[in-house]
């Protein structure tokens, strides 16, 4: 199966299906912001290019499309999601919520084991941090710390709300990432969540969550604000 869209090779039968691989194929290049936010999905060039047909593109786009991350508009085609201000305001709001969750979940549920992992994933993005200003480097070494805080919490649809939330801002999390200082401050940040939740204070360790994703709503809100097409602009032309 093909790892990239530029230069894809046709898609083989595996033990999932071709239409799944494709969607797996296409997502996977919008986290890696190979494809760009607002950018279009040429049918006639994915299809010569994964070598699937027509059915099982579309296929694959419906599911996208369900996930948040493709915008499909009748007579015009899909184009990779990109939130209005509005849409990214309420997307921060539900991360917020979903996540303040999952610390107190993890202050609740988790053991020593998972609470020193938690610590060490502040260490490893730490020292990512220190290594690159690469933004999906950062965000990849970011996720481990939502990965140990997910399974700490132990809540399964939980993992599943949440996966779907950041995949519909990743991209916005890479613009408030890449925002000079941001990334130290986001270390600071989550070394104060993982104090607290040390401390077995959910209450506190919640309320540092919210300031923590608030932080990153506001400037990726800001940045977002100044690339807005100008009102009465037709973003599909």
């Keep these: 199966m093909a790892t990239e869209i530029d230069g894809a090779r046709a898609l083989e039968p595996l033990d999932r299906s071709v239409r799944q691989q494709t969607a797996d194929l296409v997502r996977q290049s919008i986290l890696n912001f190979q494809l760009k936010p607002g950018q279009r999905l040429i049918e006639r060039e994915f299809i010569e290019r994964l070598g ?3 059915t099982t593109f579309r296929e694959a786009l419906r599911e996208l499309a369900a996930e948040g991350l493709v915008t499909v508009v009748a007579q015009k085609g899909a184009r990779v999601s990109a939130p209005s201000v509005p849409e ?6 539900v991360r917020s919520a979903l996540e303040c969750l999952a610390v107190t979940w993890f202050v609740q549920r988790a053991d020593d084991q998972e609470l020193r992992a938690l610590r060490n994933s502040v260490k490893h993005f730490k020292r990512v941090a220190s290594l690159t200003n690469d933004t999906l480097e950062l965000l990849r070494a970011k996720a ?3 990965q140990v805080l997910i399974r700490g919490a132990r809540s399964n649809a939980l993992q599943q709300l949440l996966e779907g939330i950041n995949a519909r801002v990743h991209a916005l999390r890479a613009t408030s990432l890449s925002q000079p200082g941001r990334v130290a401050q986001t270390a600071a940040e989550l070394e104060a969540i993982v104090a607290a939740i040390s401390e077995r204070d959910a209450v506190k360790a919640s309320e ?7 932080n990153a709503r506001r400037i990726a809100l800001m940045s977002l604000q100044e690339e807005e097409p100008a009102e009465g602009s037709e973003p599909w032309s």
């Design 208 to 214: 540092l969550c919210d300031l923590h994703i608030r």
């Design 88 to 93: 990214a305001a309420d997307l921060y709001e």
């Design 52 to 54: 699937v047909s027509r």
């Design 144 to 146: 481990v710390f939502y």
